[in-house]
């Protein structure tokens, strides 16, 4: 694996994907600071040098691999994982949240490309937040978790903890799916058993009993119409 690290960028997933279609290897790119970080359809994932830790790793899957759609899942059950081994009480809000007493700690932003015909590479991006000041929570425009903990440990050995659960949980991706990982993302699921809405544009798509997630990562809605299943996709989940 290579790694890169760099004092300031625009947005470290946007940096690899613009090179991912030249890179041979597996490649980590660490910014101390991001000023132009991404969400997802568009929006911003906002920081300050040394207050979240920003990082991408460009992944190569072989083509034909299982179906990509529960990527983002995989990787938030790994990093959770290891926040809670690290001490930090976390769960995962679907499809791509890390949540600390309800509130987002971490975020992830998965985008691919097809490259050559034999893979395809997929960019992970992290943000986590180690120490928020209020300034920055007031701009998110709302509360946010952070992890005075992790803020005190050493920068490189906290990367190198979830560089390495992350390599592990992506092998283990490519093997087998998101299926590995389903009972461990349901064991760690911040809204089972709750009535949620999910949104899409401002306009409530569905309601229902959330409990849990599929062998492709849907999430599973108990509605009044029966048993949804709602794919990833612009689409976010409000707890009623
Ligand atoms: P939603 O927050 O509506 O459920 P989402 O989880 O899909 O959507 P993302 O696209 O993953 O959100 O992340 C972008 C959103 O996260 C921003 O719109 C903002 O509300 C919030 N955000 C931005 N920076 C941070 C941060 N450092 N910590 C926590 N949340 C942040």
Redesign the pocket.
Known sequence: ISIEVVEETGSTNADLMQRVKSLHTPTLLVARHQTAGR???G?????TPDG?LTFSLAWEFPAGASSMMGLPLAVGVAIAERLLQLGVPVQLKWP??ILRDAK?LA?I?VESQASQAQSSWAVIGI?L?LS?PAELERE???E?ADAAWLAQMDRNQLLAQLLQALQVALTEFSLQGFSAFVERWNRLHAHAQQMVVIMEQGKVLHQGIAFGVDALGCLLLQTEQGEQRIHSGDV??RPL
Request: aromatic share 4%; hydrophobic share 40%.
């Open positions: 969400g997802r359809a929006r911003t994932w906002l920081s979240v791509n949240d987002k975020g932003l943000g937040n928020i998110i425009g709302q946010v976010s989940l």
